[in-house]
C-alpha cells in the first residue's frame, strides 16, 4: 500500500574548478491558489501573517570603502574554535509532532531536508533541542494516544483547569517520540537536547525515566538533558510558592542530581537552568556565583540560557512592530545581545563548560508579524550568532513555535492542509545556512568581530588553523538605488591577499522581503506553502580577482545582503556540501488520501548508515496517575517484519544513487 521510493538528487558537476556552479533538482512547488493564501492568513496564523512593513530610511554619510584588514595569523581575542553546527533550532515540546513527524516511521522529509541541508554544510548533523516551557509539566508513556479520529498521536495536550487562564497546556508523550528522533539522527546526523520536566521535584519516577528512555535511545545523539524550563519564573508562574528563589532550586536540584547519580549507570549530562536578564528574576551569573558550578559542576556537561532581544507578550502595551524594526537593522543588536554575558561567558568556559543560547528569536511570545519574518530577521539572526560565537558562546538554537508564531525558521501547514500543502521558510532560516558555510567542517573557526566603524556594516573574520579562510559582511541598509552598497577592501596585515576570492551572497530586495531571498543563487520557497525544505536553482560563486599588487580584494555588498568571502578555494571546499554534485535531499513520498502528503519510512534510514539500529526498546513504564501498558510496544514490535522488507528496496536504491 505503501507507494515508497526514495529520490537522490544528483545533477551535473561544476564546469571548472575555479567556478563552483551546483544545481539542485528544483522544488516540487505545488501551485497554490490565492483563495488558500488568503484563508490560511485570515485564519489570523501569525505563521502566515502578510503583514510586509516599510523599510528604515537609509542613514547618511555610510563609508563606500570600508578597509577589512586581516593579521595573516590568529589574533589575540579570536573566539574558541566553533563548528557548522553552530545556529540550530529550539522545538516546544506541545509541537514535537507536527515538526518531527507523525512517529518513527512517519517522518516529514521536509525537516530532514532542512536539516541535511546544513549538514551538508557543516560536516556533521545539526543540533535540535525538544522542549520549552511544555516540557515543565510533561510526562512520558509507553503508548501513543488515541486521539478523537482513532488516530494513534506521540503527543497528547490536556489541560488542568486551576483558573489559570494562561496555563501552558500539559504534555503527555509517547516513547515513540525518542524512537522518531532516533531515527532523524540516523538519517541526519542530528544531536538533540531535550527537556525533563521539574514539576515534583522530589518525586523522581517521571524525569529518571525519560532521562534514561532519552539515553538509552539516542545514545551518543542525546548532547543533554535541560532539567525544568525557566525556574526562576516558577514562582511568578504560581508554579512554586512565591517565596522560591536560587537556594530553594538548588535543594530540589540537588536533590534530582543525586537521584540521578544514584542510577546505575549514573544518568549524567543534566544542563543548568536558564538566566535571563530581559525579563526574568536571576541571571545565569546570580545562579553560578550562588555556587552552582561548584555544587553540580562534575553533573552538568553544558549551561544554557534562553534570551529574546524583546517580547511581543504585551508585558508592557503592545508594540508595534514597525516601530521596533530598526532596532534589529543594526549591529547594536547583536552588541546588545551578548553585553548580557560578558562576565558570565568567561566564568562557564573557565569552569571548562560550554555556553549554549538553547532558546532564542527575534522576540519571545511569538515573535512579531512582518518583523520576524522578514529578510530583517535573517540578517539579525546571522549578525547575532557571529557576535555570540565571537563571545565564546559554542551554540545558539532558534526557536520553532506553531502556526501562531511569526518567528518560525520552517512551518509545517496547518494539520488540516497538511495533506495538500508544503512547509513554510522562514527568512531566519537562510541564517542557519550562512552560519554554517561560515564555519564550515573543521570545528576549528576561530571567529573575531572586525569592530568596523558603522553599525549598519558589521564584519568578521575567521581563522582555521592559523591563518585567515572566511571573512562575513553584513549590510544592514535597505537601499534600492545602490548608493548604500558598499566595498569591502580586505588586505593583509604583514602578508598578501590571494589572487581570487570567491563571495556568496545573501540577498533580498529589502529588509522587509519575505519570499524573495537567496542564499547562493538558491532559493527555498516563493511564497508560502511552497518549501520541501530543498534549495532551488543554482549555486552561484562570485569569483572575485585581487590587486595583489595593491594587496586588496575589493567586495561590493549591496544594500541589504551579506556577503561570505572564501579567501582560498579550499575554504569554500570545505563550507559546500561534501559532493558538490549531489545534494542529499529526501523527497521520498508516500501517497495518502487525494492530496500529496511527503514522509518518509526510516527503514531507508538505519541502510543509510549501514547500521542495523539500536539497543533494546526502552520498556520502562512512568505514569502520570494512570496505569502502564506494555501493549503498545508489543504492537509495534509485531510491525517491525513488514518494515524490513522494505530495507532491501532502500538499499538498492542508494546503491544506485550512490554510483551516480
Ligand atoms: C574566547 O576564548 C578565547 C580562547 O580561550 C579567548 O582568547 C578569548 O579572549 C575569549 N573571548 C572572549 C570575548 O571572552
Ligand atoms: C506510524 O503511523 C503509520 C500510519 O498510521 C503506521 O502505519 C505505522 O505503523 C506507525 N508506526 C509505528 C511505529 O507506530
Ligand atoms: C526507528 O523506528 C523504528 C520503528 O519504530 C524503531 O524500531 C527503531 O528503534 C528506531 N530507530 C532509532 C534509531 O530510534
Ligand atoms: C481547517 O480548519 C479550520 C478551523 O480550524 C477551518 O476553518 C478550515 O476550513 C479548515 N481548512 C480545511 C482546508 O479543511
Ligand atoms: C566536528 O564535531 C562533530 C561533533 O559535533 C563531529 O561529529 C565531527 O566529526 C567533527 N569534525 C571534525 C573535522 O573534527
Ligand atoms: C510520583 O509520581 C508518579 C507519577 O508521576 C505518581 O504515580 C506517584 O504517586 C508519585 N509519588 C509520590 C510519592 O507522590
Not at 77 to 100: R, T, Y
Not at 309 to 337: E, M, R, W
Not at 434 to 442: I, L, N, Q, R
Not at 616 to 634: D, E, I, N
Request: proline share 6%.
Amino acid at each position: 500500500m505503501l507507494a515508497l521510493s526514495l529520490l537522490l538528487s544528483l545533477l551535473g558537476t561544476a564546469a571548472n574548478a575555479a567556478v563552483t556552479v551546483y544545481t539542485n533538482i528544483p522544488g516540487v512547488n505545488a501551485p497554490i491558489s490565492t483563495s488558500t493564501a488568503a484563508f490560511a492568513q485570515s485564519t489570523g496564523n501569525s505563521a502566515y501573517s502578510s503583514l510586509v512593513l516599510v523599510a528604515p530610511d537609509p542613514p547618511i554619510g555610510l563609508q563606500k570603502d570600508v578597509p577589512i584588514i586581516l593579521s595573516t595569523t590568529t589574533p589575540a581575542g579570536a573566539s574558541i574554535g566553533q563548528k557548522g553546527s553552530f545556529l540550530g533550532f529550539s522545538v516546544e515540546l506541545s509541537i514535537a509532532d507536527a515538526i518531527l513527524g507523525y512517529n518513527s516511521t512517519v517522518l516529514n522529509p521536509p525537516l530532514l531536508n532542512y536539516l541535511a541541508n546544513l549538514k551538508e554544510r557543516a560536516g556533521h548533523g545539526p543540533t535540535v533541542r525538544v522542549g520549552g516551557n511544555s516540557q515543565d509539566e510533561s510526562a512520558m508513556f509507553d503508548t501513543t494516544f488515541t486521539d478523537a479520529f482513532g488516530h494513534q498521536r506521540m503527543i497528547q495536550k490536556w489541560r488542568v483547569d486551576n483558573g489559570n487562564p494562561t496555563e501552558t497546556p500539559n504534555i503527555n508523550f509517547a516513547l515513540e517520540l525518542f524512537y522518531t528522533m532516533g531515527n532523524i539522527s540516523a538519517l541526519v546526523d542530528a544531536d538533540w537536547y531535550f527537556g525533563l520536566a521539574f514539576d515534583q521535584p522530589f518525586n523522581d519516577s517521571n524525569a529518571m525515566t525519560v532521562a534514561r528512555a532519552a539515553e538509552d535511545i539516542l545514545g551518543k545523539h542525546l548532547i543533554a538533558l535541560q532539567l525544568g524550563n525557566e525556574p526562576d519564573l516558577y514562582a511568578g508562574h504560581g508554579r512554586r510558592p512565591a517565596e522560591y528563589g536560587i537556594p530553594e532550586y538548588f535543594t530540589e536540584y540537588s536533590h534530582v542530581s543525586c537521584a540521578a547519580l544514584a542510577t546505575k549507570p549514573p544518568i549524567p549530562m543534566v544542563l543548568a537552568p536558564r538566566g535571563m536578564i530581559v525579563c526574568c528574576t536571576w541571571t545565569t551569573l546570580e545562579v553560578i556565583q550562588a555556587g552552582y558550578l561548584q555544587q553540580f559542576g562534575n553533573w552538568i556537561n553544558t549551561i544554557g540560557v534562553m534570551h529574546y532581544p524583546a517580547n511581543n507578550c504585551g508585558l508592557s502595551g503592545v508594540i508595534n512592530p514597525q516601530d521596533i524594526f530598526g532596532n534589529y537593522l543594526t549591529h547594536k543588536a547583536a552588541q546588545t545581545f551578548v553585553e548580557n554575558y560578558l562576565t558570565t561567558a568567561p566564568a562557564v568556559l573557565d569552569a571548562g563548560l560550554p555556553f549554549v543560547v538553547l532558546e532564542t528569536n527575534t522576540a519571545s511570545c511569538g515573535g512579531f508579524p512582518g518583523l520576524s519574518d522578514s529578510f530583517g530577521s535573517a540578517l539579525w539572526g546571522i549578525d547575532s550568532a557571529f557576535a555570540l560565537a565571537a563571545m565564546n558562546f559554542s551554540q545558539v538554537l532558534l526557536h520553532v513555535g506553531g502556526q501562531s508564531t511569526s518567528y518560525n525558521p520552517f512551518t509545517p501547514p496547518p494539520t488540516n492542509m497538511s495533506k495538500d500543502h508544503m512547509w513554510t521558510t522562514g527568512a531566519v532560516y537562510y541564517s542557519t545556512l550562512v552560519v554554517a558555510e561560515a564555519f564550515g567542517k573543521s570545528n576549528a573557526s576561530q571567529i573575531i568581530d572586525l569592530n568596523l566603524p558603522s553599525e549598519f556594516q558589521p564584519g568578521y573574520a575567521i581563522y582555521e588553523n592559523g591563518v585567515p579562510t572566511r571573512v562575513a559582511l553584513i549590510n544592514f541598509v535597505s537601499d534600492a538605488s545602490g548608493a548604500s552598497d558598499f566595498n569591502g577592501v580586505i588586505s593583509f596585515n604583514g602578508g598578501t591577499v590571494p589572487d581570487h576570492v570567491s563571495v556568496r551572497y545573501l540577498e533580498a530586495p529589502s529588509v522587509s522581503e519575505k519570499f524573495n531571498i537567496k542564499w547562493a543563487g538558491q532559493n527555498m520557497g516563493s511564497a508560502i506553502f511552497t518549501s520541501d525544505g530543498r534549495l532551488t536553482g543554482d549555486v552561484e560563486t562570485v569569483i572575485i580577482p585581487c590587486d595583489q599588487a595593491a594587496n586588496n580584494c575589493i567586495v561590493p555588498v549591496k544594500a541589504p545582503s551579506v556577503a561570505l568571502v572564501f579567501l582560498s578555494d579550499d575554504a569554500l571546499h570545505q563550507s559546500s556540501p561534501e559532493n558538490e554534485a549531489s545534494s542529499l535531499t529526501f523527497a521520498t513520498s508516500v501517497y495518502t488520501g487525494k492530496g500529496q502528503h511527503p514522509i518518509i519510512d526510516p527503514a531507508i534510514l538505519k541502510t543509510m548508515n549501514g547500521d542495523g539500529g539500536t539497543g533494546p526498546r526502552h520498556t520502562g513504564s512512568t505514569s502520570k496517575g494512570q496505569s502502564m501498558q506494555q501493549l503498545g510496544a508489543a504492537a509495534r514490535n509485531a510491525a517491525v517484519p513488514a518494515i524490513v522488507s522494505l530495507f532491501a528496496l532502500a538499499l538498492g536504491v542508494m546503491l544506485v544513487a550512490g554510483r551516480g
